[in-house]
């Protein structure tokens, strides 16, 4: 097992691959660390109970690794493993979901539309006694009728919004950039003077006077700057500067903006029912925007109409480790799954949630095969304003968006985030069938059926489990009354049976909804990748029987003998004595039937 562990520092972070492989896609190399033995976090039974075959990839590809989880292998970091359905203690099915034939749930439209109603400005947030979040969706005033955390929100980010245009002339030369200007500071217009210095179609809402502010400073240090006539440096002058700076951000925020005697001034047109409706205020609908890049990814504003409250994007980016990403994922694990602090360090995060093995394969503008931010391993960042809420660990392979781990601010949990972000997975998968018509479907990783925190993972419909004996895929509705009699079913063998037809019947629609609503912190997707391999481990395989290896046909697996030099198998027979010859063939022959046939012939299985 110590040198499996080794094999940590061969995987890099950016999963870098071999050479030679099919269509430019690298090699896999990997090597068996046979049957694994640790502790369950599921059923806490405290002995070693979870039995699982391990191996440690130097390199792997999307498409062998597509296929091995397709035969019930999942990754954590760069450490695979495939749970003994019939030994361990909690059998563990891959579970997808077609996203074309996804049909939402009613609490997973109720999601969707809570994140919009928070988005709008219309969900009011409150603590009740015992610290927990309560959703009251109410239409929040943010200039008439109340509000005021609302409107001093809107102001503070009008101020930086100046703040910004400031840097950006001293940048260009319009102000001298050797100074320490002072900061705006946004003011609200009482009622009964909003008609001042107003049209008739419009309403002053808020002032600005960092003109005279900037303007007293210029004065007081007397540095030179390319305005030279006095009346040039006048607070006139510079309102005016500021508002052609601030004339894009108000308009889109559904306001307009004037320099009047020195004063920045905005204004609401009265025509528009959203900005004077005193019941409502200033609300801002949010526009929802994505940037998917294998790049790092530019921060930007999203645009959006005079209803805005909240700027909302999605971020994809390759798997690297980003500090903000692991501060968050420490606040998580530390108020979520009351971690030790010493247990959540860097190294334990990169290890888990950073490091893979997965070969990048890159969009390809002649290959509409691959989508537009490439095949490997992802973060996916969701921000509200700015501010890292949640982050989506994903894979995506030629066939699916496999899920693998989300964390989130505490400080949103009202907002569901284990559920939005599945169904903007979901979506994502639906939206790349465009480009990529291979992708198809969304895996949520194991599906544990002992484990009730598993169970909402099957209310994502319709979905299906994977045969743990033949491979086939099985409709839920089948297989769900089966594992509520045993823990371990060979699924496909009632798939078709009249007794799968009846067995349907026991299947509740509003059981489903029932599973939705046990998971009540909101459970994040793929939960079970939590605990990691490298702790508490035996490999001690004395009860493993010779039945359960012999058989394979191990001819022609690909042995890798050194760097670059690969045999089949029945090449390299001559190079052993008997002893030897049995043993290594036992070895290569547990392999092959954790593999597959196709996959032992195909990736390179080192003798290391």
């Known amino acids: 097992m110590a040198e499996a562990k080794k094999k940590r520092g061969e995987s890099s972070t950016s999963g870098g691959g071999g050479g030679g492989g099919i269509g430019g896609r690298g090699e896999s190399v990997v090597t068996d660390c046979g049957r694994q033995k640790s502790t369950c976090g599921y059923c806490k039974s405290g002995a070693r109970t979870s039995i699982s075959h391990g191996l440690w990839p130097q390199s792997l590809t999307v498409d062998d690794y597509q296929a091995l989880i397709d035969r019930g292998w999942r990754r954590s970091g760069c450490y695979l493993y495939k749970p003994d359905m019939e030994k361990t203690c909690c059998p563990s099915y891959t579970i997808r979901l077609k996203t074309s034939e996804f049909v939402p749930s009613k609490e997973q439209v109720r999601v969707s539309k809570r994140m919009q109603r928070f988005l709008d400005g219309t969900l009011d947030v409150k603590k009740t006694n015992n610290g927990e979040s309560c959703n009251i969706a109410t239409e929040s005033p943010v200039v008439d009728g109340g509000g005021k955390d609302e409107t001093d929100q809107f102001m503070h980010f009008l101020s930086e919004q100046i703040n910004n245009s400031v840097q950006v002339c001293m940048k260009s030369g319009e102000f001298p950039s050797d100074m320490q200007l002072p900061k705006a500071s946004i003011k609200r217009v009482v009622p009964a003077k909003r008609n001042l210095q107003a049209d008739k179609s419009e309403e002053l809402i808020f002032s600005c006077s960092i003109a005279f502010q900037i303007s007293a400073t210029l004065r007081r240090l007397k540095k030179d700057f390319q305005h030279t006539e006095s009346s040039e440096l006048s607070p006139t002058t510079i309102a005016e500067i500021l508002a052609s700076h601030s004339k894009q951000t108000a308009e889109a925020l559904g306001l307009s903006v004037r320099a009047c005697n020195g004063h920045i001034n905005f204004y609401s047109l009265t025509k528009q029912p959203d900005l004077t409706d005193p019941r409502r205020g200033i609300i801002s609908k949010t526009a929802l925007t994505t940037n ?34 692991y501060s968050l994922y420490k606040k998580y694990q530390l108020t979520v799954h009351n971690d030790a602090p010493d247990d959540v360090t860097e190294s334990s995060y990169k290890r888990f949630l950073v490091d893979t093995p997965l070969t990048y394969i890159p969009p390809n503008d002649n290959n509409a095969a691959v989508p537009p931010c490439g095949f490997g391993s992802f973060h996916q960042q969701y921000l509200v304003d700015g501010k890292l809420i949640a982050v989506g660990v994903v894979d995506i392979l030629p066939k699916c968006l496999s899920s693998k781990y989300l964390f989130w601010d505490p400080d949103f949990a009202f907002l569901s985030l284990g559920k939005f972000s599945a169904l903007q997975e979901i979506k994502w998968v639906n939206e790349s069938q465009l480009r990529c018509p291979s992708l198809q479907y969304y895996y949520l990783g194991y599906y544990i059926h002992s484990c009730s925190k598993m169970r909402y993972k099957a209310a994502y419909r319709p979905s299906e489990l994977l045969c743990p004996s033949r491979y086939q895929w099985v409709p839920y509705d089948i297989s769900k009354p089966l594992l509520d009699r045993k823990k371990y079913v060979i699924l496909s063998d009632y798939a078709t049976s009249q007794n799968g037809e009846s067995l349907l019947l026991n299947v509740l629609d509003s059981h489903m909804e029932d599973q939705e609503n046990e998971a009540t912190n909101d459970v994040l997707v793929n939960e079970d990748e939590m605990a990691e391999f490298d702790s508490d481990f035996s490999d001690d395989e004395s009860d493993e029987s010779d039945s359960e290896t012999n058989g394979a046909n191990v001819s022609n697996v690909l042995i890798g003998v050194s760097a670059n030099v690969h045999r089949r198998f029945k090449d390299l027979r001559h190079a052993f004595d008997q002893s030897q010859r049995k043993f290594v063939e036992s070895q290569i022959q547990r392999y092959v039937r954790a593999v597959g046939t196709e996959l032992s012939e195909k990736m390179v299985y080192s003798l290391a």
């Open 292 to 325: 998917i890049s294998n790049e790092r990814p530019l921060k930007r504003s999203c645009g959006a109409r005079e209803s805005q409250r909240h700027r909302f994007e999605i971020r994809l980016k390759q798997s690297s480790f980003d500090y903000e990403e």
